[in-house]
């Protein structure tokens, strides 16, 4: 049984920086292409950053220059690194897998970014 498991969120001030990890189970990871997205209420959700099996990465614009994604296939797990936090990135936060036709989802985990 594949699990995605998200840790790291919590309330950060507006500039600050929070690391999000998501630890996967259950699943050959280091063939898996790992993204994370987030969404906010009202909205649909959104892709912010993502990277290959081949450690080939992809940002958002909004993120680009801010955010970091990283992978540690050994500990299976992936990384975002979210530095000069602005109000607008405040989300639940999603790790997402995939490779082929597969695709599993964790159940996210909250960033506030507020004074």
């Known amino acids: 049984q594949v699990q995605l498991v998200e840790s790291g969120g919590g309330l950060v001030q507006p500039g600050g920086s929070l690391r999000l990890s998501c630890a996967a189970s259950?699943?050959?990871?280091?063939?898996?292409?790992m993204d994370w997205y987030r969404q906010t209420p009202g909205k649909q959700r959104e892709l912010v950053a993502g990277?290959?099996?081949?450690?080939?990465?992809d940002y958002a614009d909004f993120v680009k220059g801010r955010f970091t994604i990283s992978r540690d296939n050994a500990k299976n797990t992936v990384y975002l690194q979210m530095d000069f936090l602005k109000p607008e990135d405040t989300a639940v936060y999603y790790c997402?897998?995939?490779?082929?036709?597969?695709?599993?989802w964790g159940k996210g985990t909250l960033v506030t970014v507020s004074s």
């Open positions: 259950g699943m050959s990871f280091s063939t898996y292409t």
């Open positions: 990277i290959t099996s081949g450690r080939i990465t």
């Open positions: 997402h897998s995939r490779s082929g036709w597969l695709d599993y």
